[in-house]
């Protein structure tokens, strides 16, 4: 129902636009693929296409932008966020920046495929950036055509809301359309390319700024456009630090990156999510997740897993890499304002608040997903042998932790305590009896740690499905759903969406959704590994 703090004409959107009206942009307005000097970004149009159709739309999302259910059903909401029409507020544009990749300096990268539509200013004064993903080209798509298609855009729609409801910083997706239209891709890489749909997704988010926006304007040595930036994020992202421009601000600021990164790290681990593509240009300045490229889920637990292709020989942005990489990519972030701090230690020291950030936060997670109210000499010992064990089998970590709720503190058999988690295991009937007797061992101290917990089992319980998902976006659900869609039924894209805004919750119809990855689906494309394609 519509209610007074709802939008129904899109044009009632209050766009405020402060990022192309406050920062120097590209003078040339050819939408060509060209190396942008001096400027954070250039103005570009999206490319209309034949026959757009709505696929889904978040009503969380909606709601943050003050659109009514009745706005994101209308015609004029498919034409603006399939590309076809422009409000007369909107100022589209391509960001510039450039970043690491996969450790290297790949210079000048940008929105090759992403165009801002504009900022606004919702009712409660939060400001939220509209984007579209494979809109077209920019002039930053270099070889590229600057489209997406189905496969990759409804996997970002639906992980975006899915990463939200868990409680993970993260951009957000307003709505997922279809193109009418076939996009040529090459998903392995193998010289076997083929027509997919094209789509479009909308996403949104508080700022679309990425390490690499710094990155780009200190490589090319454009310090005075850098200062500008930072000042400007300064205001806009973090007005809580001083609107004077020093030192000892930038410092606070860049700190404070630090720190919103580890706690998306922290939680990414909490859940087994694996980003997948790491990138410098992939990390955002608000500590929120970006770029949902061959990203994943652990399901058999393995620390050296990555979701990406590309990465399978290196294993750079692997499940256990990830709090590492984080520091990496923000020593780059602080290697790029080197030339405003001008000094190294200050600079390391406001670096060193990651790594304390995030092992504090880390620590107490580990002990929070294992129910522990207290704090004991052995902890640590009880933690790290857990990890271990679950190493040596393939054990699901989501399922494990979910059931690992339901030990009881009292005494019960070695074999009734293995049955507790027995669900978890991929393969239960070829256990040896070596680590059957490991897993015992650590079961039963554990049962004999809780009994010191000073909290009941229910409340113990409770604690710890508060923190240990019940439902993750497994990429076989992915393909499930990207599958009925390209058949007209977009019914699996609303269940999935209802199903991951209560993902801690039992929803006992929903049972189905949280079952180990299915056999066909371990190297099934799609399901397993993907690559950096779209």
Same mark, same amino acid.
């Given at each position: 129902?519509?209610?007074?703090?709802? $939008?129904?004409?899109?044009?009632?959107?209050?766009?405020?636009?402060?990022? @192309?009206? #406050?920062?120097?942009?590209?003078? /040339?307005?050819? +939408?060509?693929?060209?190396?942008?000097?001096?400027? *954070?970004?250039?103005?570009?149009?999206?490319?209309?296409?034949?026959?757009?159709?709505? @696929?889904?739309?978040?009503?969380?999302?909606?709601? /943050? %932008?003050?659109?009514?259910?009745?706005?994101?059903? !209308?015609?004029?909401?498919?034409?603006?966020?399939?590309?076809?029409?422009?409000? !007369?507020?909107?100022?589209?544009?391509?960001?510039?920046?450039?970043?690491?990749?996969?450790?290297?300096?790949?210079?000048?990268?940008?929105?090759?495929?992403?165009?801002?539509?504009? /900022?606004? $200013?919702?009712?409660?004064?939060?400001?939220?950036?509209?984007? %579209?993903?494979?809109?077209?080209?920019?002039?930053?798509?270099?070889?590229?055509?600057?489209?997406? @298609?189905? =496969?990759?855009?409804?996997?970002?729609?639906?992980?975006?809301?899915?990463?939200?409801?868990?409680?993970?910083?993260?951009? =957000?997706?307003?709505?997922?359309?279809?193109?009418?239209?076939?996009?040529? =891709?090459?998903?392995?890489?193998?010289?076997?390319?083929?027509?997919?749909?094209?789509?479009?997704?909308? =996403?949104?988010?508080?700022?679309?700024?990425?390490?690499?926006?710094?990155? $780009?304007?200190?490589?090319?040595?454009?310090?005075?456009?850098?200062?500008?930036?930072?000042?400007?994020?300064?205001?806009?992202?973090?007005?809580?630090?001083?609107?004077?421009?020093?030192?000892?601000?930038?410092?606070?600021?860049?700190?404070?990156?630090?720190?919103?990164?580890?706690?998306?790290?922290?939680?990414?681990?909490?859940?087994?999510?694996?980003?997948?593509?790491?990138?410098?240009?992939?990390?955002?300045?608000?500590?929120?997740? $970006?770029?949902?490229?061959?990203?994943?889920? %652990? /399901?058999?637990?393995?620390?050296?897993?990555?979701? +990406?292709?590309?990465?399978?020989?290196?294993?750079?942005?692997?499940?256990?890499?990830?709090?590492?990489?984080?520091?990496?990519?923000?020593?780059?972030?602080?290697?790029? %304002?080197?030339?405003?701090?001008?000094?190294?230690?200050?600079?390391? #020291?406001?670096?060193?608040?990651?790594?304390?950030?995030?092992?504090?936060?880390?620590?107490?997670?580990?002990?929070?997903?294992?129910?522990?109210?207290?704090?004991?000499?052995?902890?640590?010992?009880?933690?790290?042998?857990?990890?271990?064990?679950?190493?040596?089998?393939?054990?699901?970590?989501?399922?494990?932790?979910?059931?690992?709720?339901?030990?009881?503190?009292?005494?019960?058999?070695?074999?009734?305590?293995?049955?507790?988690?027995?669900?978890?295991?991929?393969?239960?009937?070829?256990?040896?009896?070596?680590?059957?007797?490991?897993?015992?061992?650590?079961?039963? !101290?554990?049962?004999?740690?809780?009994?010191?917990?000073?909290?009941?089992?229910?409340?113990?319980?409770?604690?710890?499905?508060?923190?240990?998902?019940?439902?993750?976006?497994?990429?076989?659900?992915?393909?499930?759903?990207?599958?009925?869609?390209?058949?007209?039924?977009?019914?699996? @894209?609303?269940?999935?969406? #209802?199903?991951?805004?209560?993902?801690?919750?039992?929803?006992?119809?929903?049972?189905?959704?949280?079952?180990?990855?299915?056999?066909?689906?371990?190297?099934?494309?799609? *399901?397993?590994?993907? !690559? *950096?394609?779209?």
């Amino acid at each position: 129902m519509q209610t007074a703090t709802t $939008i129904e004409p899109l044009d009632e959107l209050h766009f405020d636009n402060r990022f @192309v009206q #406050e920062l120097p942009g590209d003078p /040339e307005s050819a +939408n060509n693929r060209r190396q942008v000097p001096k400027a *954070c970004y250039s103005l570009v149009e999206p490319t209309p296409v034949c026959a757009p159709q709505l @696929v889904a739309f978040s009503r969380e999302a909606a709601a /943050e %932008l003050d659109l009514s259910e009745a706005a994101c059903r !209308s015609a004029e909401f498919l034409e603006v966020f399939s590309g076809n029409r422009l409000l !007369s507020s909107m100022q589209p544009f391509a960001m510039r920046y450039g970043g690491h990749q996969f450790g290297t300096w790949a210079g000048q990268l940008g929105d090759g495929r992403a165009i801002n539509l504009g /900022e606004i $200013i919702n009712r409660r004064g939060t400001r939220w950036v509209l984007q %579209l993903k494979g809109a077209g080209p920019t002039p930053y798509s270099r070889t590229a055509d600057g489209l997406a @298609v189905l =496969r990759s855009s409804l996997r970002e729609f639906l992980c975006s809301e899915a990463m939200h409801h868990l409680g993970i910083a993260t951009t =957000r997706a307003l709505s997922l359309v279809l193109t009418g239209e076939q996009v040529m =891709r090459d998903m392995f890489y193998d010289g076997h390319p083929k027509y997919e749909p094209g789509a479009v997704v909308c =996403r949104t988010s508080p700022s679309f700024i990425r390490f690499g926006n710094f990155e $780009i304007l200190a490589a090319n040595q454009e310090e005075t456009l850098l200062e500008e930036l930072v000042r400007y994020t300064i205001k806009t992202d973090f007005p809580h630090l001083s609107a004077v421009p020093k030192v000892d601000t930038y410092l606070q600021w860049f700190a404070e990156i630090c720190e919103k990164t580890a706690d998306m790290i922290v939680d990414w681990m909490r859940v087994g999510f694996v980003h997948g593509v790491m990138n410098s240009d992939n990390m955002s300045i608000l500590g929120l997740t $970006i770029d949902y490229g061959p990203y994943g889920w %652990l /399901e058999g637990y393995d620390p050296t897993w990555t979701p +990406n292709t590309t990465d399978a020989q290196g294993r750079r942005y692997c499940y256990g890499n990830q709090p590492y990489m984080a520091q990496w990519n923000l020593g780059q972030l602080a290697n790029a %304002l080197f030339p405003l701090i001008k000094e190294l230690p200050p600079l390391q #020291e406001a670096l060193d608040t990651y790594r304390v950030r995030f092992q504090s936060g880390w620590q107490q997670t580990l002990r929070t997903k294992l129910g522990l109210h207290t704090k004991e000499d052995n902890d640590d010992q009880l933690i790290s042998s857990l990890l271990e064990l679950l190493t040596k089998t393939e054990t699901d970590m989501t399922i494990f932790f979910r059931q690992l709720a339901q030990v009881k503190a009292d005494e019960a058999s070695p074999e009734q305590l293995v049955q507790t988690v027995s669900a978890s295991f991929y393969a239960p009937d070829t256990l040896s009896e070596d680590y059957l007797a490991e897993l015992e061992q650590w079961l039963l !101290s554990y049962q004999k740690r809780l009994r010191t917990n000073q909290i009941g089992d229910e409340q113990r319980l409770a604690s710890m499905n508060r923190v240990n998902p019940k439902y993750v976006f497994r990429n076989y659900l992915a393909q499930l759903a990207i599958d009925k869609v390209e058949q007209g039924d977009f019914s699996m @894209v609303d269940e999935l969406l #209802e199903l991951f805004r209560h993902p801690y919750d039992e929803q006992p119809g929903s049972q189905q959704y949280a079952a180990k990855r299915p056999e066909w689906a371990r190297n099934r494309p799609g *399901c397993s590994m993907l !690559s *950096c394609s779209s």
